[in-house]
């Protein structure tokens, strides 16, 4: 195993994804079992990938809550055990200096990229890192409006200098990301890498990029079960779900037009598997959830001679938990895209996400062959 260290910087350093994230590569550290964490089963263990007592964490963030602080809220709502407090607390502590606040831009957009990309260039060099991956895990954003930059790096270049605001945040990091010669990739449903100039800004520099929208939940379930129902013949005619979640990601998702990105991204890979159905996705915000959510699905489907059929499943579980060995496999995979050259999107990382970058595949099977032989091939 090579001893090189990654930095991970993570846009949303301070929530709750992030902590547990950076909270998880610590208890691993002292010995903790790395459940969930797909480049640890033996599929990956010849696959070089940077080890994760290697990965040096620092982020952007927009409050300025301690992690140790957010370490116990989490841990008091069972997001992560009693106990651990005690031993990645100094961790935690030691990680503090490399957070950036972001505060109220008073410069233009293109002023607010160079800042951010200086800061990720500084964190690289206070830590000797031979690299850096940059994971956005904050808030997801509402659609943003397109302009016609999106379409032209130069023109994108020029408007950024202007007074007015012509890309959202998740935009920003991305450039941000690139400007450091870090990849990128997204864990939230946002703009983000969408517009074809960001995407083409981390092409002309060699670039890696990646996303969009985890799947840790529901649609991780549908993109199991839906491929089962066309390899069985069976006609599915309608799929509703319903998702009860609390916490910042919940309150988040109260908002209509917030909603409306994550909502597309959960049906995209349904309609791609099993064609257009009846029955929509519903988000609710129940706040004395916390940290959980629960997800309720109903399928109704015919059989041989048409006779009706239905499928129920419910899902539970704690949404940061599931996140966080993920961002750290993504973390791995995305360096090593980094240092073997690869420039560009990267559909084979599609295993992990709703809407996957360059990628139509939604199937988990098929996705996750993919990355093995991505990984294979390397």
Not at 106 to 123: G, H, L, M, P
């Given at each position: ?66 992690l ?14 009693h ?9 935690l502590?030691?990680?503090?200096p ?21 800061d ?5 060099e ?5 690299s ?12 943003y ?6 379409d032209?790096v ?6 950024l ?23 990128y ?31 840790t ?25 319903t998702?009860?979640?609390?916490g ?7 908002d ?7 909502n ?14 009846a ?7 129940v ?7 629960t ?27 599931l ?6 496999d ?12 690869h ?36």
């Amino acid at each position: 195993m090579t001893e090189r260290r990654v930095g991970v910087w993570l846009f949303g350093a301070r929530g709750s994804v992030a902590t547990t994230t950076i909270a998880g590569a610590a208890a691993l550290r002292h010995g903790g079992a790395p459940v969930g964490l797909v480049t640890e089963t033996p599929a990956f263990a010849d696959a070089g990938l940077v080890p994760t007592d290697q990965l040096v964490f620092g982020g952007h963030d927009i409050v300025e809550t301690p992690l140790t602080k957010r370490l116990e809220s989490l841990v008091a709502g069972g997001v992560l055990p009693h106990g651990i407090e005690s031993l990645v607390r100094a961790d935690l502590a030691a990680t503090e200096p490399d957070l950036v606040t972001v505060v109220d831009r008073q410069v233009s957009q293109y002023e607010q990229v160079k800042q951010w990309a200086a800061d990720i260039r500084t964190f690289a060099e206070r830590h000797d890192l031979e690299s850096v991956v940059a994971i956005n895990v904050a808030s997801t954003e509402a659609p943003y409006p397109h302009h016609p930059s999106h379409d032209d790096v130069g023109v994108l270049r020029h408007a950024l200098t202007g007074a007015d605001d012509v890309l959202p945040a998740s935009s920003l990091a991305a450039l941000a990301a690139f400007e450091a010669a870090a990849s990128y990739v997204d864990f939230t449903p946002s703009n983000s890498i969408r517009p074809a100039a960001v995407r083409q800004w981390a092409a002309d520099r060699g670039l890696p990029f990646g996303g969009q929208d985890a799947k840790t939940g529901e649609t991780l379930v549908k993109s199991v079960l839906a491929p089962m129902f066309s390899a069985r013949a069976l006609q599915v005619h309608a799929w509703s779900g319903t998702n009860l979640l609390g916490g910042g990601d919940g309150a988040t998702l109260a908002d209509p037009r917030t909603a409306q990105s994550k909502n597309t991204s959960k049906e995209r890979g349904l309609s791609d598997l099993i064609g257009d159905v009846a029955g929509e996705v519903h988000i609710d915000y129940v706040d004395p959830m916390g940290d959980w959510k629960t997800a309720w699905d109903h399928i109704v489907f015919s059989g041989f001679l048409g006779v009706r059929m239905t499928m129920q499943f419910t899902w539970q579980g704690c949404d940061s938990a599931l996140a966080a060995p993920l961002v750290l496999d993504l973390a791995r995979l995305s360096a090593a895209a980094l240092d073997r050259g690869h420039v560009g999107a990267m559909p084979f990382l599609g295993f992990y996400f709703k809407d996957p970058v360059d990628s139509t595949e939604h199937s988990l099977v098929r996705q996750y062959d993919e990355l093995l032989r991505w990984v294979r091939e390397c």
